[in-house]
Every structure is written in C-alpha cells, then in structure tokens.
C-alpha cells in the first residue's frame, strides 16, 4: 500500500489468465488459418482466370495474323493462323496452316512443319493445377481440336480428331 497525503492508494497488479491467454491465441490461430486458406483458392482462381484471359487473346492473335497477313518462316501460310490444343499436352500452340484451303485432312497441325516457335508459332504453357479437360466427344473420348482462321475474312474452322486410346488425367 502506498500512502500520497494521508488517503490510501491501492495498486492492482493483475494480469491475463491462462485461460484467457489460451482462448486469445486459439482466435489468433483460427482468423490465421482462414485467412490462409482463402488466400490460396484466390490464386488458383485468379490462376485460373488469368489463363482463360491468355486462351482468349491467343485466339484473337491467331484471328489478327490472318487479317493482318503475318508470314511464317518469311511466307504467307495458305491456310491462315490458328490454334492447336490437345487435352494430354500442358500447353496449346499457336501455328501457321500451311495446308491450303481444302486440303486439311483429318488435322490441320503439323508439329514438324507448323509449330516452329523460330518461324513464328507461339507455344502457350498452362499455369500449375490448370488442364483443358473438357476437350471429349460424345463417347468420353478425348479430342484434339484445331481452330484456325483462313483469309480474308477470317473464315474460322474448328477440326476435331477423336484419339483411339481413352485415358484419365488427375490433378
């Protein structure tokens, strides 16, 4: 007790409980642990979002080099731009159809040709945990499918091949 001109002042020196320093930490902890748990399904999301962002302006660049007459290895390709995806690849490509119209076939893409990135193609890598997965026919099977753009208008033409061997992708 400390006496300051004869009244009598009484110091309290209490602090926090254990319990209540238990109860204060377990909020802490609980507010943390969502926070990040929302964190990171935003990224995948955003991921997500940013990679359907890419496929769309991929498309239109492949549309814009048609129009624009953009030459691969120094020459026009008679068959326009356009784009090629494969639901077991992690990424799509960009190319130049060389095939003149009509002449397709049953694919339009020829890695060995088409897909050069020194000429002019362009390979686009999908984020982590992203996968183009609804590329099937009817039947379950997966696709390949090709879009592309013919000048001058562009005429766009989807190809779709069927592959033979069924497989399962799992992330």
């Not at 254990?18 to 943390?32: C, G, K, N, Y």
């Not at 999908?126 to 099937?136: T, W, Y």
Request: aromatic share 8%.
């Amino acid at each position: 007790m400390i006496c300051l001109s004869g009244a009598k002042l009484k110091l309290n020196k209490s602090g926090f409980s254990l319990l209540e320093m238990v109860v204060s930490l377990s909020i802490i902890i609980l507010i943390t642990v969502i926070f990040i748990a929302n964190y990171h399904t935003g990224n995948r999301q955003t991921d997500l979002t940013m990679a359907a962002q890419t496929l769309v302006a991929d498309l239109h660049l492949a549309q814009n080099d048609t129009l624009g007459l953009t030459k691969y290895n120094g020459a026009l390709p008679a068959g326009g731009w356009g784009v090629h995806f494969n639901i077991d690849a992690l990424n799509y490509v960009t190319f130049a159809d060389l095939n003149a119209p009509g002449e397709t076939g049953n694919m339009s893409y020829d890695s060995t040709t088409e897909g050069n990135i020194g000429y002019g193609a362009r390979a686009t890598t999908l984020p982590s945990g992203v996968v183009i997965s609804s590329l099937k026919d009817g039947t379950g099977y997966p696709l390949v499918v090709d879009v592309t753009f013919l000048p001058p208008d562009p005429t766009t033409t989807i190809i779709t091949v069927r592959l033979l061997l069924p497989f399962c992708l799992y992330s």
